[in-house]
């Protein structure tokens, strides 16, 4: 069965700074990953996927992430947080299986955005 | 284009009693997911339909819970009764499900059971 993995439970981040939100994943063949990013009180909301070709993503808000198989990750990285990042953040896993898609997800990562 | 629309968006209820939530997915989305989210955890799926029909309702607590999806369209999900632990944000997501999609997701309805 898929797993991942979200080392991070909170990170604080000054305004301005790089982020980089780490995601392991478990799977036995090619993932479907997705990053999706939640507010407070508000449902999920995706920022980017990966399902094939080009390792490096690029999603909403100036989000982008790389998948690495060798590493099994799937991180998220963003040059220069602004405080409108503050959020929940989760990876997640997707596996076509017998016509169902289902998605797996981490426990997520809460991000602190600092003056 | 509307998003999944879900209601209510706050309910506290004590134990033992029951309690349903609503979910009107994007029209033309035939795939409707219940997800639990616990505070500090992921969303876990309760419950699948694809169109009217259950494709998997392994995570669902049986004893307890239920859900149907009416003509393929709007969905209920009930507690009866709730436990404590039943406490949660109830989401309901949905997709195209013709393959592996980005799941849209309503804005949750917040469980309390006292």
């Known amino acids: 069965a898929q797993s991942v993995t979200q080392p991070d439970i909170h990170i604080t981040v000054s305004e301005g700074a790089s982020l980089e939100l780490r995601c392991n994943y478990s799977y036995g063949a090619t993932p479907y990953l997705f990053w999706y990013v939640q507010s407070p009180g508000q449902g999920l909301q995706l920022l980017l996927k990966?399902?094939?070709?080009?390792?490096l993503v690029q999603g909403i808000k100036g989000f982008e992430a790389e998948f690495k198989r060798s590493q099994s990750s799937f991180n998220l990285r963003k040059p220069s947080v602004h405080w409108s990042d503050a959020a929940e953040y989760f990876c997640a896993v997707g596996v076509f299986d017998f016509g169902n898609e289902k998605l797996t997800f981490g426990t997520g990562t809460r991000l602190t955005i600092i003056p | 284009e509307a998003g999944v629309a879900q209601s209510p968006r706050y309910k506290i209820i004590e134990k033992r009693q029951s309690v349903a939530f609503w979910c009107n997915p994007i029209?033309?989305?035939?795939?409707l997911y219940w997800y639990q989210q616990i505070l500090g955890q992921g969303p876990k799926l309760l419950i699948q339909f694809q169109n009217n029909g259950v494709v998997d309702d392994s995570q669902l607590p049986k004893d307890r819970f239920s859900a149907e999806r009416l003509k393929g369209v709007d969905s209920t999900l009930k507690i009866q009764p709730a436990k404590l632990e039943d406490s949660a944000v109830y989401l309901c997501a949905s997709s195209l499900g013709d393959r592996v999609n980005e799941q849209y997701f309503g804005p949750g309805t917040r469980l309390t059971v006292t």
């Open positions: 029209s033309g989305h035939a795939t």
């Open positions: 990966y399902f094939s070709g080009d390792t």
